[in-house]
């Protein structure tokens, strides 16, 4: 018998032909859901039960599914991968046990795979899914996933930088993070959000250095400005701050911003408000 889906969260349960797990939460209707297709579901939530993901996660703000892909698996052992076509090192999941896992998952959010071949990861993909019912994530593992599945179901393949992992499940963990702290009243003052890296009030720029108490530390002084009570020249140090770190670390984000590009690109660079997939689809995002 496929077993149900692990789930994270409370409140109101969701009826179901298939008996819940005795241990598994019931989920909260209408709420944010992360649906997750894994090896490894006990990898979940992992850091995102932890801090305020955690405690929204409690609270039921948002929901955390896991689908263990090994149910689906084939055969006597539940194999879920194969010999890749052609030859070559490794092993490749089979497009049918996937298809059975995302047939679980059931339709109705954006599937994506966590894969080193996709678009990079950026803030204006996290705050779209924010302001979507969710997402279901793919953790991909070997030497991949059969081409043929990702093509059947139009998945969408992001990444989180130029490197390989041995698995997409701590990816999926960076995506749901940036995407959850998004979702109102999981942060417990949204105007954090404000002038925080690539945010709309930010600019679309890096976020200026912060500071805090004591006023002095090993000799190095918080920036008389800072101090100052005025107002307007906080805001105008920060703003050069932010205009000076972004020059010197990311030539990328400084050229779009000085460049003055149009509102649909710079959104797509930045960061700075949503993005649309059909946009992305024609528009080719800058490397990380």
Known sequence: MTETPKSHGRLSIRPSLRPRELMAEPQVRGAWTARIITLFPEAFPGILGLSLTGKALAQGLWNLETIPLREHGIGKHRNVDDTPAGGGAGMVIRPDVLDAALREAGPGLPVIYMSPRGRPLTQARARALAQGPGVTLICGRFEGIDQRVLDAHAIEEISIGDYVLTGGEIA?????????????????????????????????????????????????????????????????????????????????????????????????????????????????????
Do not use: C
């Open 172 to 288: 999926a963990q960076v995506l749901i993070d940036a995407t959850v702290r998004l979702i109102p009243r999981v942060l417990g003052n949204q105007d954090s959000l404000a002038e925080e890296s690539f945010s709309i009030g930010n600019r679309g720029l890096l976020e200026a250095p912060q500071f805090t108490k004591p006023a002095q530390w090993e000799g190095r002084d918080i920036p008389p400005v800072l101090l100052s009570g005025n107002h307007a020249a906080i805001a105008a140090w920060r703003a050069s701050e932010a205009e000076r770190l972004t020059k010197e670390r990311r030539p990328d984000l400084w050229r779009a911003y000085q460049d003055g590009m149009d509102p649909a690109k710079d959104r797509q660079l930045s960061g700075a408000s949503d993005q649309s997939r059909d946009h992305r689809e024609h528009q080719e995002e800058p490397k990380r």
